[in-house]
Each structure stands twice: as structure tokens, then as C-alpha cells.
């Protein structure tokens, strides 16, 4: 019965280290198609980052955030990629519901709490 367990726990854990490790890995992938159209892009221009402008819309709404990736928006596209960087609160979310699947509450509780605590600190961000 314990070496079920065990098993059980490094499927689990190989599962979580697959999850994360694609995110990651797609995020940079996205990240970096999305710098390299925009410095495509740019044609030789010279850009100049002493003054910081905001940039017009409504990109902090995903819908409008792939409207604008379909349109060409270079800068969109990194943005998605730093979106996908949420990976690892993914992962926690994965853990808790791993966690009471295998009917271990008191590592589903922690990893609630840690999700609690994510999920708020993203709010106030």
C-alpha cells in the first residue's frame, strides 16, 4: 500500500514538472516570436526609451489582447507571453486538486493557502 502511494506521489510530481516546464517553455517561445516581428518591425528606426508613454486601448483585456495579436501587434504578443508566465500558479491550482484526489488534506489545505495568497497578491499587482 505505501509503495502504491509512492508511486502515486512521483506520478504526481513527474505530472506538476511536465506542466510547468511546457508553460515555461511556451511562454518564452511566445515571448520571443513576439520580440523578434517587433524588432522586425522597427526597419532600422531608432528607438528611444528615456521617456515611458503607455501604450493607447484596452490590451489589459485578453479578447482585445488577441485581436490585436491577429492584427500583427508585435507588442501584444509579448504581452501574451508574460501572461503565460502564470504557469506556476497553474501548477499550484494542479496541486491542490492532486492533493485531494489522493485524499491528502493537509497538503491540499497548504497549497489552497498558497493559491490564496497568489491569487491575491496578483489582484493588488
Do not use: C, W
Not at 74 to 97: D, E
Amino acid at each position: 500500500m505505501a509503495m502504491l502511494k509512492t508511486d502515486q506521489s512521483h506520478q504526481t510530481t513527474d505530472f506538476l514538472a511536465r506542466v510547468l516546464r511546457i508553460g515555461v517553455l511556451t511562454a518564452a517561445g511566445v515571448i520571443i516570436a513576439g520580440g523578434v516581428a517587433y524588432l522586425a518591425k522597427q526597419d532600422g528606426e531608432q528607438t528611444h526609451y528615456q521617456h515611458f508613454e503607455a501604450p493607447q486601448g484596452e490590451s489589459n483585456q485578453i479578447r482585445t489582447l488577441f485581436s490585436e495579436i491577429e492584427h500583427g501587434h508585435s507588442r501584444s504578443l509579448i504581452q501574451l507571453g508574460l501572461l503565460l508566465i502564470a504557469t506556476p500558479v497553474a501548477r499550484v491550482v494542479f496541486s491542490v486538486l492532486l492533493f485531494l484526489r489522493a485524499g491528502d488534506r493537509l497538503y491540499a489545505v497548504i497549497a489552497a493557502i498558497v493559491l490564496a495568497v497568489l491569487t491575491l497578491s496578483l489582484a493588488h499587482a
